[in-house]
């Protein structure tokens, strides 16, 4: 009888615990994390990150501004030489259009004297110069004690094309005259060229031949040899069988030189022609 007494208190008892334990709330336990230092490190991060930009951004700034300072320092090459389309008295300046050998026109500043002999100047070639001057800096011609310096064209100097021509023409024939000689007897014409080929070594030259007899008739040859012994130059040409031999004599006198040349033509071993009498003629 104790002993069931005992079980029904200790029954009571464990009820009374189970109670307990159910009415308390139950705790999960969960890692704790830190998140203060990562928010942290993301900021500094994002700050780096825009304080990089600000810099390549001003870093972009400083040089497009050095390239635009080193345009508009760079000088800008004027006009030296063009034909003058038109010639317009402005307010502040003599305005002159001229434009350039590719056909493209420049319109530029004049001092008014330039304008005054406009016709002189207009739809010829010019060489013109440029002074820097003190420009009216007005809105119109009446003075407001303004001014700024610009380069104008102050002079022009008309280009005879002509004599341009003429100049170049004869410089030209000059140099080929001095390189080539051309003789005749009245029969035959021959004009040698390519003197200077010839290095002054027996043997050596690419001399050229153009021989003409009276009707007009030519013969053109290249690859002339010269040698020189005992007071004479032979200067010699060959075309398949035939050989041109021309003999002159060494001397500074071109006139005598020219009188005692002969030209000797061979076929083989037998010779065709012996011309002789032999003038210094003007080169066509």
């Not at 050095?66 to 305005?95: F, I, M």
């Not at 010829?124 to 119109?140: G, L, Q």
Request: charged share 25%.
């Amino acid at each position: 009888m104790v002993s069931c007494g005992n079980s029904s208190a200790d029954a009571d008892k464990e009820t009374k615990i189970d109670a307990v334990s159910q009415s308390q709330p139950q705790t999960t336990t969960q890692p704790v994390t830190n998140s203060e230092p990562e928010d942290k490190e993301t900021e500094e991060s994002e700050s780096a990150n825009s304080e990089n930009q600000e810099e390549e951004t001003q870093l972009a700034n400083n040089t497009t501004t050095r390239e635009n300072n080193k345009s508009k320092n760079k000088p800008v090459k004027q006009l030296q030489v063009g034909t003058v389309t038109e010639l317009v008295n402005g307010d502040l300046l003599c305005y002159a259009t001229l434009v350039d050998d590719k056909g493209t026109p420049h319109n530029v500043g004049a001092s008014f004297e330039i304008c005054a002999d406009s016709a002189k100047y207009l739809n010829k070639k010019v060489r013109v110069s440029y002074e820097i001057a003190s420009v009216n800096d007005c809105e119109s011609a009446e003075p407001c004690g303004k001014t700024r310096k610009e380069s104008i064209i102050t002079k022009m100097d008309v280009i005879d094309e002509k004599s341009s021509e003429k100049s170049s023409t004869d410089s030209q024939n000059q140099a080929k005259n001095s390189d080539s000689q051309t003789l005749s007897n009245g029969e035959w014409t021959i004009t040698i060229g390519n003197s200077d080929s010839w290095t002054g070594v027996n043997g050596t030259g690419n001399l050229s031949y153009k021989g003409c007899d009276a009707k007009g008739k030519c013969l053109n040859l290249t690859g002339g040899k010269v040698v020189c012994r005992d007071g004479k130059c032979l200067t010699g040409w060959a075309n398949g069988d035939y050989t041109y031999v021309l003999e002159q004599p060494m001397s500074e006198d071109s006139n005598n030189s020219s009188e005692e040349t002969t030209l000797t033509v061979r076929k083989g071993d037998n010779e065709i022609l012996k011309a002789t009498g032999f003038k210094s003629v003007p080169a066509n």
